[in-house]
């Protein structure tokens, strides 16, 4: 095998005629094989269209390994570059050698040169990154989830890894995933009445996987100024929808000395950062979702990207949905949670882009936010974006003791559970705040799929963990 370094395809499609030899490892697409020649497609997932290469079969009698190539096979191409008299090809490689490393018996290998669907797709998620659409997928998140460490190591964040498992609730609303070591039968077999006993646990209390590496944040960002986090999140919702899942990657910065106003700031010009950079560094395969996924998205997003956000508050966005001449499903007034039908209306019709509502209830909202002076709001704020509704979530935080401390025990919460957190608020308290961006969210508006299952490699969704 070749050197880590050896030719990808995305370099090679640009690079000039040579006649150097070249040793090419990749799969193949297609192959049409006539008399004189035999045509193939390869594809190495370094970009969406792959490299022609081209066997002249009198020259170089390959016969045998052109009968074991099949699409979805791997080989080993040995060739040249040469000008390629097709068009949509700069470079063709003239094939010398061709070894075939994987065979892929077409009877068997389920990826068939036809369109499957995306439901089909998901039952083969193991082989589903060798289609045109999912690689595009992944190349996207990649250059997404790259974009996004650029975009706070340039304005002096810190990555802070916060805990997968926690002992708290970080946004006291349940759904959360219990880890546990005790054994289960014997719990079901134990007589009834047998209280269970966390002594014997591992952690020795309950434990759960993260919904929120927010509270650890608010520790850093109390002491480093600015942090974010970028990790997996965890939610047992019984939520079976296009935009939900059970694990799924959330990205949540935490600023100190930062008010509401900051924090909607930094949430607009993150989001357009993140469009300007795909769409500078990822045009093929956005080309490719505006053609095939979802028609004039590269536009809608170029002006996203160069537009200011409206910002409006949720009193003026409960007016702006009573007033509107749509029956939602589910009735507006005062006091509601924003649904998705809501929250779509305000975008894609009221705004006519994205949005930051800010003010909700407070009843609605979770215990850290800080609240407001009229008692019943807290300056919370989500950004709603067109086709999808929220993708980021986020406040300023609750900085007074005594006002924090009244919230969580209001909402029955357990004080001595979140006595660290209270310390925050006890040495050194500032104003500060962030907000949380679910990474599927951001992946699934940038590429126009419709099912939040398909912008992650293998998604974990309620009654679904395969692979
Ligand atoms: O609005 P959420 O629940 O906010 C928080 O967790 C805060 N602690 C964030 C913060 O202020 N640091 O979640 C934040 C975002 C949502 O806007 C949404 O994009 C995404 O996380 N999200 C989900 N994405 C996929 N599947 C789910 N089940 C999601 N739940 C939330
Ligand atoms: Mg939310």
Redesign the pocket.
């Known amino acids: 095998m070749d050197h880590i370094d050896r030719p990808r395809i995305a370099q090679l499609r640009e690079a000039d005629p040579s006649p150097e030899l070249i040793d090419v490892y990749a799969w193949v697409r297609t192959k049409r094989d006539s008399k004189a020649v035999c045509f193939f497609e390869l594809n190495d997932g370094s970009s969406l269209k792959g490299l022609q290469a081209i066997i002249d079969k009198e020259q170089y009698p390959l016969q045998e390994a052109i009968d074991r190539m099949q699409t979805g096979c791997s080989v080993r191409v040995r060739g040249h570059l040469v000008e390629s008299p097709g068009k949509g090809q700069k470079v063709e490689l003239a094939c010398s050698d061709l070894e075939i490393i994987g065979e892929a018996p077409a009877d068997s290998y389920p990826l068939q040169k036809k369109r499957h669907s995306f439901e089909f797709l998901r039952e083969i998620a193991h082989l589903r990154g060798r289609t045109n659409t999912f690689g595009a997928v992944m190349r996207v998140r990649n250059r997404l989830s790259w974009a996004v460490h650029r975009f706070f190591q340039e304005r002096g964040f810190l990555y802070i890894h916060t805990p997968i498992i926690t002992a708290s609730d970080?946004?006291g609303?349940g759904a959360l995933f219990q880890v546990t070591t005790l054994d289960m039968q014997r719990l079901v077999n134990a007589a009834p009445g047998t209280e269970l006993n966390y002594q014997h646990d591992f952690f020795g209390k309950p434990a759960f996987l993260t919904?929120?590496?927010?509270l650890n944040?608010e520790a850093y960002a109390t002491a480093l100024d600015r942090v974010y986090t970028f990790g997996p999140?965890f939610?047992a919702?019984n939520?079976n929808t296009t935009?939900?899942?059970?694990e799924?990657w959330?990205i949540?910065?935490?600023v100190a000395f930062c008010d509401l106003e900051c924090n909607i700031a930094l949430a607009s010009e993150f989001v357009r950062f993140l469009l300007a950079d795909i769409l500078e560094h990822c045009s093929e395969d956005m080309a490719f979702f505006d053609q095939r996924i979802e028609p004039g998205i590269v536009e809608d997003l170029r002006r996203v990207a160069e537009s200011e956000f409206r910002h409006i508050s949720y009193d003026e966005a409960i007016r702006a949905l009573e007033a509107s001449d749509r029956t939602f499903e589910y009735p507006v007034s005062w006091g509601i949670d924003l649904q998705t039908e809501h929250e779509r209306y305000l975008t894609d019709e009221y705004v006519g882009g994205p949005v930051v509502v800010t003010d909700y209830p407070r009843d609605i909202k979770?215990f850290y936010m800080k609240q407001n002076d009229d008692g019943r709001t807290v300056r919370a704020m989500?950004?709603l974006v067109p086709r999808l509704g929220?993708?980021?979530?986020?406040?300023q935080r609750e900085d007074d003791l005594a006002t924090l401390e009244r919230r969580i025990d209001e909402l029955g919460l357990e004080r001595d559970a979140y006595s660290w957190y209270l310390d925050l608020r006890r040495f050194g308290s500032v104003p500060h705040s962030?907000?949380?961006?679910?990474?599927?969210?951001?992946v699934r508006y940038v590429t126009g799929m419709q099912n939040?299952r398909d912008v992650i490699p293998f998604p974990r969704a309620v009654g679904s963990a395969e692979f």
């Open positions: 970080a946004e609303a919904v929120s590496g927010q944040a999140t939610r919702e939520s935009r939900h899942l059970a799924f959330m949540e910065p935490e979770a989500d950004v929220e993708i980021i979530g986020g406040s962030g907000f949380g961006l679910g990474f599927e969210r951001l939040i």
